[in-house]
């Protein structure tokens, strides 16, 4: 995990918190900055693909993770696996639709689904982690709802994102800077 005070945190906070406050009128700090964390996870593979199955493999198709989430029907081992789980497939949609939402046209194995399909996944994810709003979730719970009631806006910021991401890009010339000749 990426310690609180490394710079490329401190940066997709700086990033995340100008493009949803400055495109979406996004004032939700707590959202921007879950976001901003999400983006410096998924940094690293292992934060991006954590679920694996039974045999130890990375899951990588949503499908299958959504089968992993499910206590009754599936495999998760208990409802504290099933919130893990369903927080991890939110996120991976969030980041997913956001981030690249051209590479989402075939996210389930031996079936193709589009943009819609991923958002209305992710959005129900996070909605029942929300739905976990007692004990040690009590606290984070309302967090969760409105991701799941702005995963749109959410995504829509994250596209903006990484527009300043790719203007960012070392070698690229600011538009308002002035070179000497």
């Known amino acids: 995990m990426v310690p609180e005070d490394h710079a490329l945190r401190q940066f997709f906070h ?9 495109y979406l009128r996004m004032e939700d700090n707590e959202i921007a900055a879950y976001v901003a964390d ?9 934060r991006l693909y ?5 045999e130890g493999r990375r ?5 299958e993770m959504l089968l992993a989430s499910d206590p009754v029907n599936g495999t998760a081992a208990s409802f504290n696996v099933e919130r893990r789980i369903r927080k991890h497939i939110g996120d991976y949609a969030l980041f997913c639709t956001g981030m690249y939402p051209e590479a989402v046209h075939k996210w389930r194995e031996n ?3 589009n ?6 996944t992710g959005k129900e994810s996070y909605y029942i982690v929300s739905q976990f709003d007692l004990f040690e979730y009590a606290e984070e719970a309302p967090l969760f709802g409105r991701l799941s ?8 910021g994250l596209n903006y994102v990484r527009e300043e991401l790719e203007r960012r890009l070392p070698g690229r010339p600011n538009p308002g800077q002035k070179f000497l000749m």
């Not at 999400?38 to 292992?46: E, H, V």
Request: hydrophobic fraction near 35%; glycine fraction near 4%; charge should be negative.
């Open 59 to 63: 899951l990588r198709d949503v499908g």
């Open 149 to 156: 009631e702005n995963f749109e806006s959410c995504m829509y």
């Open 50 to 54: 954590p679920i694996r199955d039974a």
């Open 115 to 120: 943009l819609y399909e991923m958002i209305r």
């Open 14 to 22: 700086e990033v995340v918190g100008e493009c949803y406050s400055e």
């Open 111 to 113: 079936e193709s689904a």
């Open 38 to 46: 999400l983006l410096t996870d998924f940094c690293s593979a292992d």
